[in-house]
């Protein structure tokens, strides 16, 4: 398939939807995306209520292929197109260097494109190419730089094409006598084959099941576990005293590149490297800057960062011996009290005055002391040694010269308590406080200032009451309120009209901090509104320049009017239909069955619960969910009936109580084990969804954590299920009190529909030849130290916003920075193969443009690695996002005097361009898209923070990244929220990330993402 030929399942899948398009003409875009479990079982249903199936389901191929093309000649005209387009991936090539190597003699192959002979043109090999028309030679001995490539199914340029049933029975005898010849003496690697056709597996049970047989045998398999027949036939080898091995998760080319990496050396090795990640200038990634186009500006957003001189120089040292560990705490504690700040990088790095440095350290001092330059290499990260050091002593001049309080890291806050609160019975003094940072944004450094409060005293045990006290007060800070608290700082801090100054150590004007009196100010364009004019002066302000990007459409089906958009999903679902719905009628029953695992002491409510599915229930005005439509019924929304099973139902499965005396471990096993029993009891039952509830009396018992273990019956629960193809829905008791059963049954029920394997709505206007990718990673607690980083997914979501099949897989060789993983070349290259495999199975062709989306930094080895494995792709663009942790903005209203604070935060789809490939995002923001001249921000929480993009390659518009992010935070089907606060990308990457560390085996199975839902 990387070499760009179909295989034997993807061309089945192309027969089916064939036969059920012509049959069904208007239908060809709901099941254009074959990679989907329901578009499969749809087809499939479909061809089965119509007599389309093969009665024996072994035979798909050759029935399909027979059905659809009965004349050969029209079956050569169907492959030649294939065939002409593939060029030999890196697979073929390494084989022929391995073929050089004297590794392999022959290669025999089911194919019919040529594509080993041709790949051998390009090396000294001299390829002896057999097929049905030369059978004769194959009892020739290859000789040097020969290599002998018979074609077992013929070869569409010379012979009949054999691949029906009848043709596949006549195999020619002397190939097969050949065969059985040759492993009288030679090894067989089995790679790339199915064993689904019998007269090739007869030939291989021949071959190999002969007495005194020499060679050995590897059967390389893309799952975990071999087919029944492939398992029969190695079993019956070693049976005959042959060394027979499956070896699991292996495709072609990663097969060939690892026994190329163990097996070549030298010059040969060199060769297979580069043949690997070949670095030709036309293949060098591009990265082009972000623009912003200088339209006019219709709004201005002032930021909490004001640009700051930091002191250019500190002091390094070298330690005559350094601790064993904890070094960064060791030097705290150290330096505690003594108006030194020091911290370890290769060296110590420290600022103070020499006396007190010396006074510290004393004799520990290995060498001099020496003033070094701070480059911009040095404060390129805001969590970076050095960016801490400029901090701690920014926050310790700042709290002497204003008489603050502080932490000597990042929080200042006032003396005087701001006032009382009562929390469970227990008085709380709260201090007005705020977090410090420096943020280097194009080059230069800010010192941004984020109010927030402090209450003194706080423990493990009263974290949670001081937690709800934090967001009591800071939760409904909104924009306004935000900025009158900034304001309250900035006076505070600040000096009016002048910079100004701060040194450390206080008062020794040794390392000085000089901070402008104004922040920094973005203009913003939006589209369909008017200019503002910006007061005089007031231009050199703005430091930066921005757009808003429009709100992104959703589609539905087509219910037989020309709009089938819309740009909420609730509203498209009652006024539209679910995007699938004009698929679910043809073929036979439709419904979803819901099967139930519950305690009996709560099988009454729920039953009552479950029953209010099917009633209308209208939006409780006042909420924070007012973009809420009225909900009428799980039929009447999504046109397909629902059965929730009763008490004495069989779909139904009462969960044994737990013992009251157990601790958390114990119950949280115990009730992981009744759990996993129900699902399995219920597997059989011909359900859609296994609704899971827990009742609030087992809330201890939901999980636990100790020194060596942690374990969530959550995430237990939905690993094994997920092994197992069973789609679930967790449900607390609190959900059954919410008050607002409008918001509960939209939440619930757009899962429901998504887990049965619908889809209720699909994007509109991304590039259809753009394959969107999450990367996410986990960790496997249980393997040993250095190989217990786990990929957690390599995600591929189509243009339409539709998650296709995934595969977890482990990483080799992690690099560990910080507590980040990444991933090495080669690693990283395995992982663009997965990806381009991925897609090509689903659409039999590599996508013109891969995006993909993680949320750490691309290492160079990256790069290199996911560019050489997405070899045959047009356009590579990397994307680093993350929730920015430092800026936030406050949205403002112009006046006839300037502007003024506005009572809605910074709208959703702004655009701000920080530097060239740098730019902040607002995800979550206000918005109009749930009501025309009516603004919405969702959850009222504070004010949104944006997430910041990073691009390390590519050569996309801003507004377009942009664009395409927005439209992947709605394609999110685990609730009804308008939008998720990150794209689907990388909530689903994070979410597989989490319940992927724990099932049991990584490899490259492949899973539908709502199993993890």
Sequence with gaps: MTSGVPSAGACIWQWKKSIYCTNNP????????????????????????????????????????????????????????????????????????????????????????GLVARAAASFDITPIEIGCDSKDRAFRQPERNELVCVSLHGDYRYDLLKNTGEELQQQEADLRAALIETLKTHSLVVSGYSGRDPSVMEALRASVLQDDVRGKLYWCGFSDKPTDEVATFLHDAKDKKREAYYVPAAAFDDVMARLAYHCLDGNALNAAKTVLVEQKDSQQLRRVPFLVSQSELTAIIKSNAWPIRCPAEMFEFELQQWPEKHVWKWLEQKTEGTGVIAV?????????????????????????????????????????PVVNLLRRALVRGIAAKRDLTTDGNRLLWKREKYKTERTGGELFDVHQAARVSLRRIGGKMFVAIDPTIYVPGETEDNADAIRSIRMGILGYQHNDKFNSALNEWRKQILTRNEPTVFDFPPNSASFEFTVNSAPAFAAVHQPHRRKVEVPEGFGRLILHRGIEVPEPSLRFANNGQTETRDTLPLRGLIEKRPFDQSIASPGGNNGIKVAVVCPRAEAPMLEQFLAAGAQTHNPKRGTKEEYLVPYTGFESVYRAPITFPTRDDSLWYTLPEIDANFDSQQGALELSRGIRDGVSALAAAGRSVVLIFTPERWRRFRGYKTDDEFFDVHDFVKAYCVQHGIATQFLDQDTLGYEDKCRVWWWLSVALYAKAMRTPWVLDGLDADTAYVGLGYAIDQRAAKGKHIVLGCSHVYNAQGQGLQFRLSRIENPIMKGHNPFLTLEDARRLGETIR??????????????????????????????????????????????????????????????FKEDRFPVRRGTTVKLADNEALLWVHGATEA????????????????????????????????????????????????????????????KRIARIGSLLDRFSNASYDYRLFM
């Design 26 to 113: 208007g239908f060809e875009e709901q099941v254009a995306e074959l990679s989907l479990p329901v578009v499969q079982e749809r087809i499939d249903r479909w061809l089965r209520v119509n007599g389309y199936m093969p009665s024996d389901r072994k035979d798909e191929y050759c029935h399909f292929i027979e059905t659809c093309l009965p004349i050969a000649d029209d079956r050569r005209r169907f492959f030649e197109p294939w065939i002409r387009k593939a060029r030999p991936h890196v697979g073929y090539q390494l084989l022929c260097m391995l073929s050089a190597a004297k590794l392999f003699q022959s290669v025999w192959t089911t194919n019919f494109d």
């Design 344 to 384: 370890p990088f290769k060296k110590v790095l420290a600022f103070g005055t020499l006396d007190s440095i010396r006074n510290v350290f004393g004799d520990l001092i290995d060498g001099d002391i020496k003033r070094v330059p701070i480059t911009d290499r040095d404060v390129r990260y805001e969590d970076g």
């Design 837 to 898: 495999t991925l897609f090509w199975e689903s659409h039999l062709k590599l996508p013109g443009r891969v995006v993909i989306h993680k949320q750490t930094p691309f290492r160079r080895d990256e790069q290199i690695g996911l560019k050489a494995g997405l070899d045959g792709v047009r356009e590579l663009e990397l994307l680093e996002i993350n929730y920015e942790p430092t800026l936030r903005y406050i949205s403002s209203q112009p006046t006839r005097n300037g």
């Design 930 to 989: 749930a009501k025309s001249n009516w603004t919405y921000f969702q959850g009222k929480r504070r004010i949104p923070s944006p997430v910041v993009l990073r691009r390390y390659a590519g050569t996309a518009d801003l507004a377009s990244l942009a664009s395409e992010i927005l439209g992947l935070s709605k394609m999110d089907w685990n609730s009804g929220d308008l939008y998720s606060k990150l794209p689907a990308t990388i909530q689903s990457s």
